[in-house]
């Protein structure tokens, strides 16, 4: 058949546009997209939540916010249609008649060839370790429930309000998250919420709240906790001696000792608890607590000098510690020691280590602690303030905790 050059011109455009939506359909078919059919997948949601962090970094606040509630939206999109499945397979009157066996389940599961079914609990296992449910289908179906909840979601949704000042929003999506500590993948974010909540009670000047949620962070300081807590946990300091015979001795030491030789015979590596028994110490002595302000300090104290010691050490295998005169230059020479001084605030806290000390009868404790800071020219305002200690030492009047 012969065609025209009108019926040519056409029969080509007609061509070229179905090419074009052909390539177009390809790329859709192998492009990803949010979600398929059923809902969101088992990655979706913890890509959306890595997008958002990205964009808070960047400082894109607004739409950060947005991809960390749809993070939340996802998961629990996902976790509903799986536990929707779930249901569905239990109320089968069969599987009603299997008296709630887990294993009866996962074999009708198997046999029938109930995939979605088999997917969700496939899911939950990944979450929670099986023999947790002892064989129980309703406990395996509730705890399926309980992944629909988000807490990383919540908690970098707090980020987002407490950058941008929200100061009550950011709290109470902190406290949601710690509420929903027992999905968190990272055993470490507990610890992390609590500091945070403690910083906004600070800010907000919730002083008892914020003691409050501080000493419940030193809960888990194995050397501080009870003595009956300890003992029954086994995390006595040393053989034969209680948490509480340690901290006494460790006290007696320093107060009669001095402070080179504490540090000489005493270390300490707990540094998730070093900023709680910092701000406790600050909190205390403000208040006109010394005795209690002296007790934490010297926990901070130590810990930071630890890590301090532990750095120098694995730098220079044949270092020992003799006195914190000669451990000042090893810290102004080291930018990663420096900054962990600055950055923790290793020389307000010496200093007081010594003002608690000296409120409390403990002078010559004090003054070796104010001989050391008065020789470093990198403690600043803590070498001026020793500096006048020295010249007269006095109890220092705590106005606000800073």
């Given at each position: 058949m012969v065609l025209s050059k009108s019926m040519k011109g056409n029969y080509h455009r007609f061509l070229l546009i179905f090419l074009l939506l052909f390539c177009a359909g390809l790329v859709c078919a192998q492009t990803p997209i949010g979600h398929g059919p059923d809902g969101p997948g088992p990655r979706d949601w913890w890509y959306t939540l890595e997008r958002g962090k990205q964009m808070f970094r960047r400082g894109d606040y607004g739409n950060a916010l947005l991809a960390f509630e749809d993070a939340r939206r996802q998961r629990q999109a996902m976790y509903e249609r799986m536990e929707r499945d779930l249901i569905d397979l239990l109320s089968i009157y069969e599987v009603r008649r299997m008296n709630d066996s887990l294993d009866w389940v996962e074999r009708y599961i198997e046999e029938r060839h109930y995939t979605r079914a088999g997917e969700a609990l496939r899911e939950l296992y990944y979450r929670i370790p099986r023999e947790n449910f002892k064989n129980s289908a309703t406990a395996a179906l509730n705890a399926l429930g309980t992944l629909k909840e988000y807490p990383e979601a919540e908690h970098w949704i707090g980020e987002t309000y407490l950058v941008e000042g929200e100061l009550s929003l950011a709290l109470n999506q902190f406290q949601k998250a710690l509420v929903m500590q027992n999905l968190m993948e990272n055993p470490g974010y507990a610890t992390e919420l609590l500091y945070k909540i403690a910083a906004i009670r600070r800010v907000r000047q919730e002083y008892n709240e914020m003691?409050?949620?501080?000493?419940?962070?030193?809960?888990?300081?194995?050397?501080?906790?009870?003595?009956?807590?300890?003992?029954?946990?086994?995390?006595?300091?040393?053989?034969?001696?209680?948490?509480?015979?340690?901290?006494?001795?460790?006290?007696?030491?320093?107060?009669?000792?001095?402070?080179?030789?504490?540090?000489?015979?005493?270390?300490?590596?707990?540094?998730?608890?070093?900023?709680?028994?910092?701000?406790?110490?600050?909190?205390?002595?403000?208040?006109?607590?010394?005795?209690?302000?002296?007790?934490?300090?010297?926990?901070?104290?130590?810990?930071?000098?630890?890590?301090?010691?532990?750095?120098?050490?694995?730098?220079?295998?044949?270092?020992?510690?003799?006195?914190?005169?000669?451990?000042?230059?090893?810290?102004?020479?080291?930018?990663?020691?420096?900054?962990?001084?600055?950055?923790?605030?290793?020389?307000?806290?010496?200093?007081?280590?010594?003002?608690?000390?000296?409120?409390?009868?403990?002078?010559?404790?004090?003054?070796?602690?104010?001989?050391?800071?008065?020789?470093?020219?990198?403690?600043?305002?803590?070498?001026?303030?020793?500096?006048?200690?020295?010249?007269?030492?006095?109890?220092?009047?705590?106005?606000?905790?800073?």
């Open positions: 003691e409050r949620i501080l000493l419940s962070v030193l809960s888990t300081d194995r050397l501080w906790s009870s003595e009956e807590e300890s003992s029954s946990t086994g995390t006595e300091l040393l053989p034969g001696t209680s948490p509480s015979f340690a901290k006494q001795a460790m006290a007696r030491t320093l107060e009669n000792n001095g402070i080179d030789r504490f540090i000489t015979l005493y270390r300490y590596s707990h540094d998730e608890s070093a900023h709680a028994h910092r701000l406790l110490g600050f909190y205390y002595y403000v208040s006109g607590r010394h005795a209690r302000a002296q007790e934490h300090l010297m926990f901070a104290f130590l810990i930071q000098n630890t890590v301090i010691i532990d750095e120098v050490k694995r730098r220079r295998f044949d270092y020992a510690f003799t006195s914190l005169e000669a451990l000042g230059p090893e810290i102004t020479r080291n930018p990663v020691l420096a900054d962990y001084a600055e950055k923790n605030e290793y020389y307000k806290t010496a200093y007081y280590l010594g003002a608690s000390l000296y409120s409390s009868g403990k002078n010559n404790a004090a003054i070796s602690i104010w001989n050391f800071l008065a020789g470093q020219n990198s403690a600043g305002e803590w070498q001026r303030r020793a500096q006048s200690q020295l010249q007269s030492p006095h109890v220092e009047r705590g106005l606000e905790l800073q």
